[in-house]
């Protein structure tokens, strides 16, 4: 049945939106082992789209804390997240 899908993770009714935000952006930096400090632009890169493929920039607000816990602007963001969208 198209309704019995499993979600790859467990959906969250407990947390407020900032919250989820930042929970996701730790999982990716974690299973990736991200650092702000020695990380280049293709790592960057690279975890804008994992974060992208995990839905994080559907939520309002996420680009804003997603640049900042990358440590690039707001507008490098998004042209990371159009470069994605047209891969």
Not at 33 to 55: A, H, P, V
């Amino acid at each position: 049945n198209q309704f019995e899908s499993v979600p790859n993770e467990p959906e969250r009714f407990d947390l407020s939106t900032e919250e989820i935000i930042n929970e996701i952006i730790n999982t990716v930096f974690l299973d990736s082992n991200y650092n702000s400090l020695t990380s280049s632009k293709s790592e960057k890169k690279e975890i804008t789209k994992m974060l992208y493929q995990r839905g994080l920039f559907k939520f309002k607000g996420a680009v804003y804390i997603a640049s900042t816990r990358l440590d690039v602007s707001q507008q490098t963001l998004y042209r990371y997240i159009k470069e994605i969208e047209t891969e």
